[in-house]
């Protein structure tokens, strides 16, 4: 199974061009997260592509729904200090994201950096379309 990134299906919801999501994974191997669906969902103005969108979002099978305490606090936990270089410190969201896919045991795709980083110091299994023509 596999996660898509918000940073994907912003790439799928576009107008012009959009994604062709079956050229990234096979639609039934798709699942969501609720962290995702609202950072989605939050970046819609007009009121109609909102709810088509939500629908769409809301009929692909969901994880972790509800988000439970433990997972809460697995994906809030700080990264550990790299003292001779800067660290990039992944958004907070996308630490649940994370959390939401290693303990499902699910793939995240994703344009984040985020997730690369993540990867290197979790289980998570990451892969990065950024710069892939999709």
């Not at 096979?26 to 592509?49: H, K, N, S, T, Y």
């Not at 433990?70 to 410190?89: A, D, E, Q, T």
């Not at 994703?110 to 997730?115: A, L, N, W």
């Amino acid at each position: 199974m596999t996660l898509l990134d918000t940073s994907v299906w912003i790439q799928v919801f576009r107008q012009h061009n959009p994604v062709d999501l079956e050229s990234v994974v096979p639609f039934e191997e798709i699942v969501v997260c609720l962290p995702v669906i609202q950072e989605i969902l939050q970046g819609f103005r007009d009121e109609q592509a909102f709810r088509v969108a939500r629908d769409s979002l809301l009929a692909i099978p969901c994880v972790e729904s509800p988000l439970d305490q433990n997972l809460f606090s697995r994906g809030c936990r700080p990264l550990p200090p790299r003292p001779s270089r800067r660290v990039h410190r992944p958004l907070g969201v996308d630490c649940l994201i994370a959390a939401c896919a290693i303990r499902n045991d699910l793939v995240v795709i994703h344009q984040d950096r985020d997730y690369s980083a993540l990867a290197r110091i979790s289980s998570l299994r990451q892969r990065s379309l950024a710069g892939a023509r999709i």
